[in-house]
Structures are given as C-alpha cells and as structure tokens.
C-alpha cells in the first residue's frame, strides 16, 4: 500500500444513492518510485538462489490516496479477497497472503494497523514512524522499519539544546505523526528550560486562512528557529505563502518526512526561504540496479505506469482521447475565426498530445529518477526483504523442530498469518548490497540518523551535506555527533543563529520573570547591595557573608574595608597635635603657677585645687589620643575610664572652687543688707535729734563676722577627693561587670566594617556621665550664683562663662555624634573633649596667666579681695574694712 496519489478526487456530496469508491488525484512521483523499490526487491528475491528458492513472491498494489479512508477500504479488500470489501469475510482463491507492506504515514498505518492487528495480519511499515505505534497492546502484529519517532524528537531537541536556543517555534502536521513528534519534541526542550514561542498545525485540507494565519505566526515571533513535524504534502502549501511573503530570515528544522523531500527541495525559489534547513534523515544506501529498474519501466504495464508517463511527459498514451483532444482544439480554434469549413478541417485534424511510449526517462528531471538520497527507499527495500526472509525461516522449518505446539512448522502454501507473525519478530539478516545487519527489537528498530544541512552549490543547486550523525544506541553524552564548522546557515553565514526571548543576563543580576510570559521571557535584574551572581543566567542572587560585600559589578564578594580613625591619617595626626598641644598648654600653665605659687593670685581660692584641675586637663587632653587607632580592648577600657575620672576630677576640682565663691557672694550679700539697715536706723536717728520733743535710742546692728570663708581649703580638697572617689569606685564596677570591648559594627555602613568600642552596658555609661553631668550643673550653679562678686579678677565669672563653653560643646556635640558614622564618629568625640577642655582652659586660667606674667602689679591680696558697693553705689572698699567703719560709726553715734 502506498500513496501513489496525493488526495482524493473532489466528489459532490450525494446522500440519496450508495456511496462508490471515490478516485485519487495529484501524483506522487517519490511515493511511485517506492512502488518500483518493492517490485524491484521481490524481482531480486525470485531471482536468487539463496532466498526463496522453491518460492516466488507475488504482489497487489493498493493506492491509499494518502487518506485514512482509502488505506481503509485498501486494507478490507485485502482481508476480503475481492474487490468488494465484506468485513469478517474471507472469498480468496490461489496463493496466501503473506503480509502488508505499508501503508504510508503513520495515520494510515495506525488505522490499518487496527484492522490488521484483529486477524493478527502482520504489517510492516516502511515510514509510519509514529511513537503511538510502539504500543504492542494495540497493534500486536505492526512492524516497521523506520525507527520510531521517539528517538527523532529527541535528536531534535538535542540539536536545539547543543547550539543553545531557547526560543523557538513549532509546526505539526495535524495527523499523528505531527502531533505526537511535536509533542515528544516539545516535552524534552521544555524540561530543559526551552520556551515554544508559537505552535502552529498544518491542516490536511489546505485552507489560505488557516495557512496565512501560520506564516502570520511565524513573521511575528522574534524565534529564529521553527520546528517542523510534518510531510512533503502537507508542507508545500505553506511553502508557497512563505515564498510569497519572502520570509527569509528564519532556520528551519525538519523531520525525516520532508528533510531529503525532492518535491519541496525542487520547489522554484525554495533556497530563499528553507536555505541553512537542518534535518534528520533515514540511513542513505545505495541499491545498485535500481536505477536502470526505475528508467526501464513499460508505459504500457499497468493503469499505474500509464497514469505515471501521461503525468511526467504531460502526453496521453490513448490515440482515442489524443484524437479527441486535436478534434476539439481545430472546432475551438474554427469557431473563433468564423470559418464555415470547420467540418472538414476537423476531419483532417492530427491527433494532439499523444505519446509515443519511447520517451527517454534519463533525461526527465523529478523525484522518481533522483536516487542520489535513498533513504525511504531504502526502508521500503527492507521491509520486502525483511518478509522474504521471514517466509524463508518458515519454509525451512525442520519438522519437529518448529517454534510451534510439538515442535511443529509452517505449510508455506497454507499458513495462519500469526505463524508468519512468529518468524517476521524474529526475523534476523543481512541486508543486501549494503552489509546491514538488521532485526526487530519488540517490532522497532534502532534510532540511526544523519543530520543534514540544506546547502548550495556554485552552480545555484540544492545539496543536501551530511554534517552528523545521531545513534540512539550510544551513550547519553554521546549519541549526537555534529560538526558545527561544516554547517552553512540561513543566508549562507557561517555564524550559528541566535534565538532567544532574552538575552543571557550575565554575572551580577538575575531573572526577573515577566508576567504572562513563558519563563524564557525574563528581565535582568541587578543584584542589590550585599548580593552577587557569579554564573550566567542566574534565578537569585546569593547573599554575601557578613564580612564581606559585594564588588562594583556584583558578581564577587569582596571583604569589607575595616575602617577605623588610625594615628598615621592626617586627621588622625592632627587630633595628636592638637591633644599634644593642649596638654603642653595647660602644663605650661601649670609651670606659671608653681613659679608664681606664693603671690596672691595664685593663692586665692586654694591653689591645691588650680593644679588639681590643671592635671585633670592634662588628663583629658592625653585621653583623647587613645581613641585613635584600632580598637583593643585595654584601650577601650582606658579611653572611656580615662575621660570619665579625668571630667570628674576635672568638675569637682571647678565645683570646689566654685561653692566657696557663692558663699563668699552669700556673705557679701549679708554685708550689703546689714550696711543698708544701718543706713536707715542712721538716718532716722539723725531725723529724731532735729526733733526736740521725741528722743529715740537707735540700737547698734550685730557686727557681722569678718571671716566670710565658710569653708576651709581642707574641706574643698576632701570634696573634689570624694567626688572623684564616687567616680572611681563606679567606673572600676563598670570595668568588673560589663567592661567596654571591641566591636565590629556592620550595621552603620553596609560596605564598611566599623572597628568601634562598645560601652558594654548602656546602663553604666549613662550612669558614669550622668555623674559627670550633675557636677557639671553644681559648678555651674554655685559659679553662677558668684557672678557678681565684686573684685579687680572676677573668678565666679570666668567659671560661669568656662562652663558654658563646656555646656554649649557637649549639647553640640549629641547632634553633630549622632549625624555621622564610621571614624568619624570618633573625631567628632576626641574635638567635643578637646574643644570643651580649651574652653575650660581659656576661661578659667587666660585671665590669671594674664596678670601674672602682663599685669603683676595687679597681683596683690588687695586686688583679690571681694568688695561690696556703697549706699551710693561707689566701691567703698573691701567687705573688712566696710564691716568696721560701720560698726564705729553706728556706735559714735549712739
């Protein structure tokens, strides 16, 4: 059974009489030649001495029109026996049928199959290749001798996956053979990751919709690569609107249906469109003989060879209808010139169109004398062979040793078709001509392919290039062998294609997938800070320890810089300058007081306690340097004990000096409104002795005590002595319990790690400078309740203005340290120490050192006395000597 013809004759549809066999139409030259390839073999096995000898091989050949309901109607005729098919219904006479050679694509066979497969009639196919066919359950007696489609879509999908495409689109044809490649094909790139862009099916009754719609499909998709499972007949139409639209930039893959097809590779202007094809075909053999087989055929033979001359050198060979053909031409031709002799030119006409039966095959140009690609043919030439040998097994069977019930054989005049059945699954041999060794493995055979590249000759003709090999038979790794430098691609460029929704997202970013689209479709997102890719086409992003951070192109973790305020930066070495040389002021300062250390000025107000803060400065002015550098844990527990004991000897040293003075301005305000009460009781004294009738003793006013200092220098040096000491014994339960310590702080800067010092414990921090706090604010206080002690060196107000400096830096400070990170942090502390120390400095000592070394005139106990002022506001002295003029005059008048 092979499908001579293409179709079957359009017939009006006629539900009101029986319906007869409808004829074919279209002929196929390759499927003719296949025709000739099986008399051809079965010439050779009757006419060889080694296989059949005591038997020849017969034949009946049925056209299946390449349709399901001829291969049909075929196949029950051959059960039948008749040309009347009567299903169940057995009317043959002479020789046996052995078995169906058959029956074209493998929706013909699939439908035969199942008729054949009740009776156990055995089948064997020559291209029915469709996987469904694997299934002995359903087709007990199918064979074939085209591998299994299985094996192509896999060698398909390896071809898409080795040169790295992952956009491409598919057509079927809309048979089985189309649908179940396709999808075989489809299942295998997907689960490697390959998107299908568009899926299109061929339909078996041509339709300009339904083919412009695919061409439509195919110019719209940005997929360079198209698939395509179908036959040489169904693709054809859509080669034409291919070719009509001009689409030439596509790549196409083809099944071995149409890959070696001469009907499409003769197409006029294919080379445009299907250029650079690559495809997989049968294995190619040639068949020595057969081509002077093929060009010695009898036009005469048969209905078949008739139709087939006719069709190729477009003559008829019936005189009959050539005669007929020429008579109608001359009436046509009389007719439109008017000529009233028609008649009896008609009588004279000379037949037109008739062959003469001696036309030269050799130089006819079409399918069925190319035998240069052999491939189908070449299974059509096993099958035949494959039955021979199957009958020789049978003929030869040695009675008791046969495969059947007691051993015995097979009549081979008289057998069940499930007795050939047995030998033809069996069936082992060499074929002929070409050395194969070929057999069944559970009806199929194995996947041996050649890949195959459409190109062009320098004389403009279509060649088809063996660039690889595919065997289903190899290992996983090595069942396709290709040579990509021999392929000559679409356009005739040498560069392999590049097909792809998105392209590649590189080392650094990852997928993003796009919404609604398949997963092939996908955006590259960059890596976000902390995060890198270092492989292509990466899904996430890989977070990068905690040490380390990612690079500018996110695609290697790199470690964090360690950053730290370091004593060899310039920032650094100016912080050491500026601690150095304000310890080396305040120790000068300290030098001008111990050489001045008798005179009053450094005296007044215990000079123990100047030196006791000048220390203290020294203290804060050196701690500051050891916040520089990498933090360890002795010179965290150093820097912030240092600078918490250094401002609290440093405040109560100030608070010391400070209480003394407001009690002094306590006692000079008690001097005031005891002089201001004498006044009064004077002047009303004075009012009553111009009286003469009133006498009024005014009593004296208590004499003030003329020691004004409360407070003795041991008791201020036992303050500033128990101040620090409640500081101490806090800091050295601070460093017992919960000691400051190194930390890494990677919170503050991602790409940085931050060598800091951690307090330990909030709670004692808070605790130890709020202590510092509380000193500050008494000093302040006591000094400010000074500030208008009256004197030539006003100390209460250089205190008032050194602890506003020393306020102003810190509440400046809480802004400036919680706005910036890093190193920084640490400068902003180490200027806030130096800055509030300078100021204490300035304003506490400038003005002494000034009198000491520029005025020391103004260095007498004189000048640092308090004074008060007088009733009329004028100084009048120091509070001493106020105190006695008072009480004398108070008394004297009395």
Same mark, same amino acid.
Request: hydrophobic share 40%.
């Given at each position: ?672 409104? %005891?002089?201001? =009460?004498?006044?009064?009781? #004077?002047? &009303?004294?004075?009012? $009553?002795? !111009?009286?003469?009738? *009133? @006498?009024?003793?005014?009593? %004296?006013?208590? =004499?003030?005590?003329?020691? #004004?200092? &409360?407070?003795?220098? $041991?008791? !201020?040096?036992?303050? *500033? @002595? ?173």
């Amino acid at each position: 059974m092979f499908s001579v013809h293409n179709h079957l004759a359009s017939t009006a549809s006629n539900t009101t009489s029986e319906p007869v066999s409808t004829g074919c139409e279209g002929f196929n030259f390759r499927a003719f030649r296949w025709t000739q390839t099986m008399l051809f073999a079965i010439k050779e096995i009757n006419a060889s001495p080694d296989l059949l000898p005591e038997t020849d091989l017969g034949y009946v050949i049925y056209d299946s029109c390449f349709t399901i309901s001829k291969a049909v109607e075929g196949t029950l005729t051959y059960l039948t026996g008749q040309d009347e098919a009567v299903p169940n219904y057995r009317c043959g006479s002479g020789p046996p049928l052995a078995a169906l050679v058959g029956a074209g694509g493998s929706d013909l066979s699939i439908a035969t199959a199942r008729i054949l497969g009740l009776y156990y009639f055995p089948q064997v196919s020559y291209s029915s290749s469709c996987s469904v066919l694997e299934s002995q359950f359903q087709f007990p007696t199918f064979l074939r001798t085209i591998p299994s489609d299985v094996h192509q879509s896999s060698a398909m999908a390896q071809v898409v996956l080795h040169f790295g495409w992952t956009w491409v689109g598919t057509i079927a044809s809309d048979d089985d053979y189309g649908k179940y490649g396709i999808k075989e094909f489809k299942e295998q790139v997907e689960e490697a990751g390959v998107c299908i862009s568009f899926s299109e099916t061929l339909p078996k009754v041509s339709s300009s919709e339904d083919i412009q719609r695919i061409v439509q499909a195919v110019v719209k998709s940005t997929a360079k690569i198209v698939v395509v499972f179908s036959s040489d007949v169904d693709l054809s139409p859509l080669l034409d609107e291919l070719l009509q639209q001009n689409v030439t930039n596509r790549t196409w893959i083809a099944s071995e249906a149409w890959v070696t097809s001469a009907a499409i590779a003769r197409h006029p202007g294919i080379q445009q469109v299907l250029g650079g094809t690559l495809g997989f075909g049968l294995r190619h053999a040639d068949i020595p003989g057969l081509q002077a087989h093929l060009l010695n055929i009898d036009p005469y033979e048969h209905p078949l060879t008739e139709e087939f001359w006719e069709t190729a050198f477009n003559c008829t060979l019936d005189y009959g209808r050539a005669l007929r053909n020429g008579k109608a031409r001359a009436v046509r031709a009389a007719l439109e010139a008017g000529n009233t002799t028609a008649t009896r030119a008609v009588a004279r006409v000379v037949p037109e169109g008739l062959c003469s039966g001696r036309e030269s095959l050799q130089h006819l140009n079409n399918t069925y004398t190319d035998v240069s690609q052999l491939r189908l043919t070449y299974s059509v030439y096993k099958a035949v062979y494959t039955v021979a040998h199957a009958l020789h097994n049978l003929e030869h069977c040695e009675p008791g040793k046969g495969p059947f019930e007691n051993g015995t054989c097979a009549d081979i005049d008289n057998f069940e078709p499930w007795q050939l059945m047995y030998y033809l699954k069996n069936v082992q041999f060499v074929v002929r001509h070409t050395g194969e060794r070929f057999e069944f493995k559970d009806g199929d055979v194995d996947g041996l392919y050649d890949i195959i590249n459409w190109q062009m000759t320098p004389a403009g003709e279509l060649s088809y290039v063996q660039v690889g090999f595919y065997n289903s038979t190899a290992p996983d790794n090595s069942r396709m062998t290709i040579n990509n430098a021999s392929i000559i691609w679409n356009n005739d460029v040498l560069e392999v294609p590049h097909s792809v929704c998105s392209e590649i997202c590189q080392p650094g970013t990852r997928k993003g997938i796009r919404q609604g689209e398949p997963v092939c479709c996908f955006d590259c997102i960059p890596c976000a800070d902390g995060e890198i890719s270092n492989t292509t086409d990466s899904r996430a992003c890989i977070q990068c320890s905690e040490d380390y951070w990612s690079n500018a192109n996110r695609d290697t973790c790199v470690p964090k810089t360690i950053e730290f305020l370091d004593f060899g930066e310039p920032l650094g070495i100016t912080l050491i300058a500026i601690s150095a040389f304000g310890a080396l002021v305040t120790i000068v300062v300290a030098g001008v007081f111990l050489v001045h250390l008798r005179t009053p000025m450094v005296q007044v107000n215990d000079a123990l306690l100047s030196f006791f803060l000048l220390f203290s400065l020294v203290v804060t002015f050196l701690c500051s340097i050891v916040f520089l550098g990498e933090p360890h844990p002795w010179s965290c527990m150093t820097s912030q004990v240092a600078l918490a004991l250094g401002f609290a000897l440093c405040l109560s040293s100030i608070m010391g000096k400070s209480v003394i003075l407001m009690l002094r301005a306590c006692a000079i305000k008690q001097v005031r409104s %005891a002089a201001k =009460a004498a006044a009064k009781a #004077a002047a &009303a004294a004075t009012a $009553a002795e !111009q009286s003469p009738d *009133v @006498v009024q003793t005014t009593p %004296a006013p208590p =004499a003030p005590k003329t020691d #004004a200092d &409360a407070l003795k220098p $041991a008791h !201020q040096r036992a303050m *500033v @002595v128990v101040c620090t000491l409640v500081q101490a014994v806090a800091c050295t339960v601070w460093l017992c319990l919960l000691p400051p310590h190194p930390t890494k702080n990677m919170a503050s800067q991602n790409i940085k790690i931050i060598l800091e010092c951690d307090p330990g414990s909030v709670v004692f921090i808070s605790c130890i400078f709020a202590y510092d706090i509380l000193l500050a604010l008494l000093a302040f206080g006591f000094a400010f309740t000074a500030r208008k002690l009256e004197d030539h060196f006003s100390e209460a107000k250089s205190i008032t203005f050194g602890m506003l400096v020393f306020f102003i830096v810190w509440i400046s400070f809480v802004p400036a340290y919680l706005s910036t990170r890093g190193k920084f942090m640490v400068a902003v502390q180490i200027f806030a120490i130096l800055a509030s120390s300078f100021g204490l400095l300035a304003c506490i000592f400038l003005p002494k050192c000034y009198v000491l070394l520029v005025k020391p005139e103004q260095n007498t106990q004189e000048q640092m006395r308090p004074r008060v002022k007088g009733a009329d506001g004028s100084n009048t002295g120091t509070s001493a000597s106020l105190t006695t003029t008072t009480v004398s005059t108070v008394s004297v008048d009395g």
